[in-house]
Every structure is written in structure tokens, then in C-alpha cells.
């Protein structure tokens, strides 16, 4: 292993874990605070959903009703701290929205398996194995920054004196001992209506690493590991919770009138603006653009492509669904049509004018029209009728074929997957469809999306252009020209995916 690689590798695992040496005192870790709803009633969290959220009869329990929704409690000596505190009796209520979030997030960690199956899929069999253990780093270093600092850092708590552009709640989260599975303020609705402190943690780290994963897709085949995984890391702790936290977090976009129910902007758009900056630093795989010409680099497996696809189509009932928040029943219900119907049609548009345009049916440009609804609807789900999300998903396959054919053969960018295609223009017209359709429809929050794209896009460029020139200056970008040709299975990690 070269010098600078074991260098890079040690600077990952000492970002990740080496937080823990943080000098804080038994009463300072005590006094960190952790972004809860109840804390700052103006800056309500938003995980990541809105409070904007249209609310069903359900939803404002007349007071005869409230013990519905906040568990009681009763004196008990606790076990675990030795003190005596309140013993929380959890209603049906709080019961079944807390392990309707758990599971959709559990769906939502099932997509990085549909993300690595694809990118397998669609790009050379000499990578496979350079692209799994890439999807794998990336879920275990999302988890831990996030866990470390990136989920204070997105909930830090804004007051209404805050800019609300960046503030810092401290390292406390993973810091909380056992004492507080029998706090009230943590594990029940005092907390949160829908879920536990551990709950929404648990939830939104599984949305943390996505980002990576989106940019892993647009450098596959020729970007160092060792580079990669140190930009994963300071793109996963840095960049996606600070501009996460200026719309979940109550931040500056919020007060603008920003919304984004579930990440078409916060999640794809971020992940799509990574690829795109670093898919341009790298530069195209050997044999890509010949005299000018393009040369198509053909899938290794459109069959891992189509599996990974359904399986991202399926963990994206988690990513919307479980975005309400709450197990309600109409909200929840509204939301799974409208991210079901976005896809399907994403998928049929996308088909039909690839078919149209190229004289042939086209797997791959169909399974990224399903793709491409998806990510469009995502901004909205919770705001659309059934016919809304068709007419956006639709869109948004014509999108994303379009774009796929003029950042390839105009701009000249080397995006193996599509990646920019799908997440940043597919998440930037979903952004925007919220002004355009549903509920939210009107010139002024038209306005409002807007000003989100263009502050997040504007951020995650500079910061991503920042990253990458430092490590291309220091690391390096790129394998070489020999460890290219022979791939990344064998050059980088001495083995391969098949025999």
C-alpha cells in the first residue's frame, strides 16, 4: 500500500472515532445538549419532514383524547441509574407510530443494498468488487460521523436570533448513557408525538450516507479508495448535516418557506452536486471519448441493475412513507400512492422516448426513469394527488433521459449510473414541482424553492470543489492508466468479484 493511502486511510479512522477523545467532563457531557422538539418549541425538529405537513382530523386530539398521544407516568426507583424517576407507560398511540418509523427505517438501510447492486450492474464486471466495499465503507462511516457529530449538527437547535446557517449542539448524542432509556423527555412523546430520541436518530442516519452513495456511482471505475473514502467522510459529516439543518433543522430555508417533505434537494439534489463536481475533477474513463467521439461503455449486468432498482423502488416506501413521521393513517396511505404512482410513470415516460429517440427499447434508461419519479416526487409526496405525482413522475423520466444524453454527449462528463442525472435534475424538478402542483402550489413558494436550491446547490459545489482540488493536490484523484485497464478488483484490492 502506498505511503499516502496508509495516510488517508488512518485520517478516516481517526475523523470517525477519534471524536471519542473529546475532554469532556462527566458534568460537561451531562450539560451537552441534543435537538429535540420539545427544547425549542420555535424550532420545532423536522426529521426529515415538515411541519408543514397537511394534518388529517386525526392529528389534533381534542383535549379528552390527549392521553392518547402522551404516555403517562408513575414513580418507580430506576434500575439502571438508581434514582427515582417517572416509568413511562407508553399508549397504543405513541406504540405503533415509534415502530412504523423504526421499520421505515429499517427499509430505508435496505436501499444501500439496491444502490450497490446497481452500480455493480451498470458498470464494468472488473469494479464489482471496488464498488461493493465502497457501499459497505460508506454505511459504516455515515453511521458513525453521524452518531459522532453530524446528528447535532443537523438539529443543533436554532433560536430566533440564530443566522440559521450553522450552529453546533456538541458531541452529546452518543454520549448519553443507559440513564436515559428511563427518561421520559427522551423515549416518549415528551420527546416527539411519532418517536424516541433513539427512534429518530436510528431514522435519519439511515438517510445520512445516501449522499456518498449517489457520488460512489458517478466516479466508479477510476477514483483512488483511499481518496474516496476521505471525501465520503467529510461529505457525509459535514456538508449533507449542515445543509440538512437549513430545513430540518429550522434553519435559514426553513424561515424562507423552503420545503423538501422527504430530500429531492437535502438528499438526491446534495448527493447529484457531489458527482457532478467530482465526476468533472476525475475526468472520463480511459476509452470514454475517442477523437471527439463517444464510445458507450456497455453495463456488465443488467440484471444486478434491474434487482437493485426494485429494491431501491421498495426502500423508498420507508424513505417518503416514513418521512410523515407518524403512523397516520391517511398521510402515510397518500404517501405511498404518490411515490408508487411518480415511479411507475418515471418508468413508462422514461421507456417510451428512449425507445422513440434510439429505435430501441432500453432497459437501463427504463430502470432510471423509475428511478428519475422517484426522486422527483420525493419533495412532495405528501402533498400531491394521485394524478399530480403521475404528471411529476412522468416529467421527470423525460427529464432524466434528456439529461443523460446531453451530460454525455455536450458536457462530456463520464457519469457510469446517471447519477447527476437522476439526483440533482430529477431532485431539482421535484423541488420546484411543489410550487408548481398540490397543495403548496403558488408563485410565492415557487420563490421559496428556489432560494433552497440555489443556497444548498451553491454550498455543496464550493465545498465539494474544495474537497476534491485539496485531495487531488495531495492524494491524488485517480488510479493510474495500468491500474484502470486492469481494474480495480485486482489493482486495488487483489481479488475479483467473479471466477
Known sequence: MRHWERYSLLFVLLLTLGLWANPLSAQEAENETT?????????????????????????????????????????????????????????????????????????????HLGFATLESGLTRKKNTVNILFKNTMIICIGLLTYGILGFNLMYPG???????????????????????????????????????????????AMFAATCATIVSGAVAGRIKLSTFLVFATLFVAINYPITGSWKWGGGWADRQGFYDFAGSTLVHSVGGWG??????????????????????????????????????????????????????PGLVSLTLVTTSMAAAAGGFSCAIVSWAHSGKPDASMALNGI???????????????GLDAVI???????????????????????????????????????????GLFGAMAGTQQVIAQVKGIL?????????????????????????????????????????????
Open 275 to 328: 458527482a457532478l463536481v467530482m465526476a468533472w475533477l476525475l475526468g472520463p474513463r480511459a476509452g470514454k471519448y475517442v477523437d471527439g467521439e463517444v464510445r458507450p461503455i456497455p453495463a456488465s449486468s443488467i440484471p444486478l441493475a434491474a434487482i437493485g432498482v426494485f429494491l431501491l423502488w421498495f426502500g423508498w416506501f420507508g424513505f417518503n412513507g416514513g418521512s410523515v413521521l407518524t403512523a397516520d
Open 371 to 385: 428511478l428519475a419519479g422517484l426522486v422527483g416526487i420525493t419533495a412532495g409526496a405528501d402533498q400531491m394527488s
Open 455 to 499: 443556497g444548498i446547490g451553491g454550498f455543496t459545489i464550493l465545498f465539494c470543489l474544495v474537497v476534491g482540488l485539496a485531495l487531488k493536490a495531495t492524494m491524488g484523484l485517480r488510479v493510474g492508466p495500468e491500474e484502470e485497464e486492469a481494474g480495480l478488483d485486482i489493482s486495488e484490492h487483489g481479488m475479483e468479484a467473479y471466477t
Open 158 to 204: 436554532f433560536e430566533d436570533t440564530d443566522t440559521g446557517i450553522l450552529k453546533f449542539a456538541g458531541f452529546g448524542f452518543l454520549l448519553n448513557g443507559l440513564e436515559k432509556t428511563a427518561d421520559a423527555s427522551f423515549i416518549s412523546a415528551d420527546y416527539y408525538e411519532g418517536y424516541t430520541a433513539y427512534t429518530d436518530f436510528f431514522f435519519q
Open 35 to 111: 435537538p429535540a422538539p420539545t427544547e425549542n418549541a420555535d424550532t420545532e425538529q423536522e426529521a426529515p419532514a415538515g411541519d408543514e405537513q397537511p394534518t388529517s382530523d386525526d392529528e389534533a386530539p381534542a383535549d379528552d383524547e390527549e392521553s392518547d398521544i402522551t404516555p403517562e407516568t408513575e414513580n418507580k426507583t430506576d434500575e439502571v441509574a438508581g434514582e427515582t424517576s417517572k416509568e413511562v407507560v407508553y399508549t397504543p398511540t405513541f406504540t405503533v407510530n415509534n415502530l412504523w418509523v423504526m421499520i421505515a427505517g429499517m427499509l430505508v438501510f435496505i436501499m
Open 392 to 434: 411529476i413522475g412522468a416529467i421527470a423520466g423525460v427529464l432524466v433521459y434528456v439529461s443523460v444524453v446531453v451530460v454525455d454527449t455536450k458536457l462530456k462528463i463520464d457519469d457510469p449510473v446517471g447519477a447527476v442525472s437522476v439526483h440533482l435534475v430529477c431532485g431539482i424538478w421535484g423541488t420546484l414541482a411543489v
